[in-house]
C-alpha cells in the first residue's frame, strides 16, 4: 500500500558542511519528498550554510523548495547574504517544527 504524501509538509535541518554525506542525504530526502508531492522547508544551520549555492540545493529551490539558512552563521563564516536562500534566525526553525507533519535533521 502506498501512502499518498501529497500536501504533507516536512522540515529539514541541516548542519553538515556541503561534502559531508548528511549533507547529501538531506538534499536527496528534499528532492524525494518534493517527486512525492510533499511541501519541503529545509534550513541551513553553522557548517551547511555554506552550501546555500550548491547547485543541487538551488535546483531543488526551482523545483519548489522553500530554503531559508542562518543569518547568524552567515555572518559568523563572512559568507554574503544574497537572494539564494531566505536568511533568518532561530525563530523560523521554532515555526517550521511547529508547523510541519515531520521534521528531521541531518548533523
Do not use: W
Amino acid at each position: 500500500m502506498l501512502l499518498n504524501l501529497r500536501g504533507k509538509k516536512l522540515g529539514l535541518l541541516i548542519s553538515a558542511r556541503p561534502g559531508q554525506p548528511n549533507f547529501d542525504r538531506g538534499l536527496k530526502l528534499a528532492e524525494a519528498a518534493l517527486a512525492a508531492g510533499v511541501v519541503v522547508y529545509l534550513y541551513c544551520i553553522d557548517d551547511a550554510v555554506a552550501g546555500v549555492s550548491d547547485a543541487r540545493l538551488q535546483l531543488l529551490k526551482q523545483h519548489g523548495l522553500h530554503l531559508y539558512a542562518c543569518a547568524f552563521g552567515a555572518h559568523r563564516r563572512a559568507l554574503p547574504l544574497n537572494d539564494l536562500a531566505t536568511y533568518a534566525g532561530l525563530s523560523v526553525v521554532n515555526e517550521l517544527i511547529e508547523a510541519t507533519d515531520r521534521f528531521v535533521s541531518f548533523n
